[in-house]
């Protein structure tokens, strides 16, 4: 039972909801001793598995034996990790658990402070039953932010329904390595779609009243040679221009409050270690007074990875000077050694009350010390994770996800039609999830649970539409063996199409061929399934080649053959649904690629992020030229672009100021005979500036759902602070200049580009710049035809 507090009369002004978090927070923490500060500074992972089969990189080094648990509550305790995210626990039951912890926490400590419990939520919440969506490159490939978002709402109440306050999500990682096993976990490898999608999730979740926690921050996905945790090797500029801005979106845009340290090491220093990303850039400059957690055992990789600290308190001392507030996920640096290091001198404890105060404010505006707070609400019996609602948001995502690459005209599939499904993919529920899924994160360690979901297979959606469909495997997804390949070639031959799933198994720390630590030599498929794709296109037969994987893989001229291609980024439960629905034409299909496809395995890395020397030119035989450029996606009806303009321009070329908005506009129909959403971009160039730019990025996007024959106006609003960029001083500037908007069915797709002039002088811009375009749609009447 905690004490009563003497002199306090009862009165407890922490819990004083009329006084500001801050307040109640600063009335908190003179009361509390060194160790109860140290323990609102850690997690506690009592299900952690010193195995060796756990969920967590070097998780069996850092864990030699679970903690006792009177003892680590003892003094309270910061946060509780993943109670249901560490092993299958029926939803109803795994709350009353939560429940029962946080009463003995609060019980336990002097204070009654509960605490705060954070879980995996990067493709819906991940615990057992809970609705599997899209993964973030399925997001990215839809170009919808709104669905998104509310995609993120519904996990946000379902982890706030169990009693969850924190989610680890979303990632907003910038891809610049395709190899990188982690691309799955990205939205793609344009910073604008990244930022303004990654900002939509955080609204969804922080509006339910979850913490949303923007990770990796910073640098993580440029490792060198696409090695997880590898060093990276970036300059300032990438890192100002490519990896920065998604975050200062979703932390101005989305309201984030909370981030996660990165990994990495940016030229020689840990940013766990970075005061000047976690303090100076991060809360200094952009204002964030949230929580920084640090990923799962970073603060000790100081020690034994890196090698810039000597022990687990040096650590420590590293972590919490540069501005990591908790140590996730269990207590480690931060209890004893911290302690210790700190009655030593080592250690300012006015440190240890800098990040209490964070967590404190933090706990304090979820209303954890307020009186009368619950664990969990009176209605627990009822829980569900995996309802309805869900499902359809789910499906909706999955099915603007698809991207079609190709199309020769053999899709939709033509009724009657003979198919074969071919492939390892085609008859497997796991080709649907990402490695952060429950299923596949930690659900593969439990297998006599079962999925906890019905995950229908490609294969099964198909044969529920289409009726004389055969089936055979072929190969598997990694292995050489070819045995089985001769059988798919028969079925292929025999039929009037083939549909060929080919890809990935997402896994942990080469446990799959895509996800955390499942890093790539090259862009060819795994195993032996390109030799299964030869095959079977050797036999004739028109092929539909799916691609269900978690990144792009090489699509070189060997698969020429393919009649049509179609790009599936692990879709989520119900993604064979989706699937199904877009090959028989029960959907159009409106996903566009987030990333580009290469042609050449080896010709990697490279985005379309590139200057001009980053394309194909005469100085270098390789020519990285990607077979589908990043916005590329085709639809089964067909739109017309025309009357391209800028909106009350006067002058040739047109005035933008350094300091003022431009609007331009264009005029999209469908001209085809059946619905469809166009998805219309625009982009920036730059032809001369005073470092080397991007040939084209992105400013703006939207969908466009068009009835047949129905037309719209699209008006982009584009600020100049879009146009910025990190000059030579550093700093980032508008500089004056000729530049052009591209409007583009992809960013190699250009359908009108608009001369500017940048007027003005050079001007400086920091983090309170303009961040969005803002996008009018004005539908057009269409005018009735005289008979």
């Given amino acids: 039972m905690r004490s009563q507090l003497p002199g306090d009369g009862g ?55 679970t903690p006792q648990w009177d003892s680590v509550i003892r003094y309270g305790l910061g946060q509780l990790t993943r109670p249901f995210g560490t092993a299958p626990v029926d939803p109803v039951l795994g709350a009353r658990s939560l429940a029962a912890s946080q009463a003995q926490i609060v019980a336990a400590s002097r204070f009654g402070i509960p605490a705060q419990v954070h879980e995996e939520c990067l493709t819906g919440f991940a615990a057992f039953r809970a609705t599997v969506y899209p993964t973030p490159l399925g997001w990215g490939a839809s170009f919808d932010p709104d669905l998104v978002e509310a995609m993120a709402d519904r996990i946000g109440r379902s982890m706030r329904a169990a009693g969850v306050h924190q989610g680890l999500a979303p990632v907003l990682d910038v891809t610049r390595d395709y190899r990188w096993g982690r691309t799955e976990e990205t939205i793609g490898e344009d910073p604008y779609l990244v930022g303004t999608t990654g900002a939509a999730y955080v609204r969804g979740l922080e509006r339910a009243g979850v913490v949303a926690t923007l990770k990796h921050f910073a640098g993580y996905s440029a490792s060198r040679g696409g090695r997880n945790h590898a060093p990276v090797p970036m300059g300032p500029r990438e890192l100002a221009d490519v990896i920065l801005p998604p975050f200062e979106m979703a932390l101005r845009h989305g309201g984030a409050r909370s981030v996660m340290n990165s990994y990495a090491e940016i030229d020689g220093l840990p940013v766990a270690a970075d005061p000047g990303l976690l303090t100076g850039l991060l809360r200094d400059e952009w204002g964030f007074t949230g929580t920084v957690v640090a990923d799962y055992f970073a603060v000790r990789f100081l020690e034994t990875l890196h090698g810039v600290a000597a022990d687990a308190a040096d650590a420590a001392r590293l972590a919490l000077r540069a501005g990591i507030d908790v140590e996730l996920p269990t ?193 060819r498929l795994p195993g032996v399934q390109a030799d299964l794709v030869r095959a079977v296109l050797a036999t004739g037969t028109p092929v539909v080649l799916v691609l269900m994987a978690g990144r792009p893989y090489a699509l070189g001229p060997e698969f020429d053959a393919a009649a049509a291609v179609v790009q599936a980024f692990f879709l989520g439960q119900l993604g064979g649904q989706a699937l199904a629905e877009v090959l028989t034409g029960e959907v159009n299909p409106s996903g566009r690629l987030p990333v580009s496809v290469p042609r050449d395995a080896g010709g990697m890395p490279s985005t379309y992020l590139s200057p001009p020397l980053g394309r194909r030119s005469k100085v270098s035989s390789i020519d990285p030229t990607p077979t589908y450029p990043f916005g590329h996606g085709l639809s089964y009806t067909t739109f017309e672009w025309s009357d391209a303009t800028i909106v009350e321009a006067a002058d040739e070329p047109a005035v933008w100021p350094v300091d003022g908005e431009v609007r331009v506009r264009i005029t999209v129909a469908n001209t085809g005979d059946r619905a469809g959403t166009e998805v219309v971009q625009l982009y920036l160039h730059d032809p001369v500036a005073q470092t080397t730019r991007p040939v084209v990025r992105l400013v703006g996007y939207t969908r466009l759902p068009l009835a047949p024959g129905e037309s719209a106006h699209v008006t982009f609003g584009v600020p100049a602070d879009i146009a910025s960029f990190t000059g030579l001083s550093g700093r980032r500037i508008v500089e004056p200049g000729d530049v052009e908007l591209r409007f583009g069915r992809s960013s190699d797709d250009v359908v009108a580009s608009l001369p500017l002039r940048l007027t003005g002088t050079e001007r400086q811009v920091g983090h309170q710049r303009e961040l969005l375009t ?8 269409a005018v009735p035809q005289s008979v």
Avoid at 35 to 52: F, N
Avoid at 403 to 413: A, E, F, I, K, M
Avoid at 774 to 781: A, G, W
């Fill in 774 to 781: 803002s996008v009018r749609i004005e539908p057009l009447v």
């Fill in 11 to 65: 009165a407890e002004p922490w819990r004083d909801s009329r006084l500001s978090p801050p307040e109640r927070a600063e009335a908190l923490v003179p009361m509390m001793s060194l160790e109860e500060k140290v323990a609102q500074l850690v997690g506690v992972w009592v299900g952690a598995d010193a195995t060796g089969e756990g969920v967590a990189p070097h998780q069996s080094d850092m864990i030699s034996e």
């Fill in 331 to 523: 207590v480690d640096a931060f209890g004893g050694p911290l302690v210790e290091a700190v009655r030593r001198g080592e250690v300012d404890e006015a440190l240890i009350d800098r990040a209490l105060r964070r967590v404190l404010i933090q706990k304090i505006e979820l209303g954890l010390l307020d009186e009368g707070w619950r664990a969990v609400p009176d209605d627990v019996a009822s829980l569900r994770f995996d309802d309805e609602v869900s499902q359809d948001i789910a499906v909706r995502l999955a099915r603007e996800a698809v991207v079609l690459l190709r199309n020769t005209g053999v899709l939709p599939l033509a009724v009657g039609s003979r198919v074969a499904v071919v492939g390892p993919l085609a008859d497997d529920p796991m080709a649907m999830l990402g490695c952060y899924t429950f299923p596949n994160h930690v659900g593969v360690n439990h297998s006599g649970f079962g999925l906890g979901l019905d995950i229908p297979s490609l294969r099964d959606e198909l044969a529920r539409r289409v009726p004389l469909l055969t089936h055979v495997p072929g190969c598997g997804i990694t292995g050489e063996d070819t045995s089985g390949i001769p059988a798919a070639v028969a079925a292929a031959a025999d039929a009037d199409v083939c549909v060929l799933a080919v890809g990935d198994r997402a896994g942990m720390f080469g446990r799959g061929t895509s996800g955390e630590g499942c890093d790539a030599v090259d862009l």
